[in-house]
């Protein structure tokens, strides 16, 4: 099996990940998984297809990530990597689809309106 290379997107989070046979090693940036996303949630979320599919340490991973926030940046590579999953074999398909780890998320942040504080929020109206 050589490189496979994929990419997810989470608001404007951007993850490409490149995945090989491997012992479970996953560098995020050229740190290790741990360092990079410091909390469990996180570090479970990137996990997340490998233990759906029961490929836990069998392949080493490595990812670049960029913009958006650090949860944003977690779900990108999550849905890089079941991606990859995905391609490698085509019965994990089946696991992770109905976990909703195959879906691209839309929701993106609302762009703020002029005349306004923000998106929604309006300038408090005061009459004196």
Known sequence: MDII??????KTAV???????GKGNITVNKRT?????????????????????NTVDN???????YGG???GQAEAVRLALSRALCE????N?????????????????????????KARKKFQF???
């Open 5 to 10: 290379h994929k990419i997810g997107r989470r």
């Open 15 to 21: 993850a490409r990940v490149y995945i090989s046979e």
């Open 33 to 53: 998984l741990e360092d990079y996303f410091s909390t469990a949630t996180l570090q479970y979320k990137v996990k997340q297809p490998f233990a759906l599919t």
């Open 59 to 65: 392949y080493d991973v490595k990812v670049n990530v």
């Open 69 to 71: 926030g650090i949860t």
């Open 88 to 91: 490698i074999e085509a019965e």
């Open 93 to 117: 398909r089946e696991f992770l689809k109905p976990e909703g780890l195959l879906t691209r998320d839309p929701r993106m942040v609302e762009r703020k309106k002029f005349g306004q504080k």
């Open 126 to 128: 005061s009459k004196r």
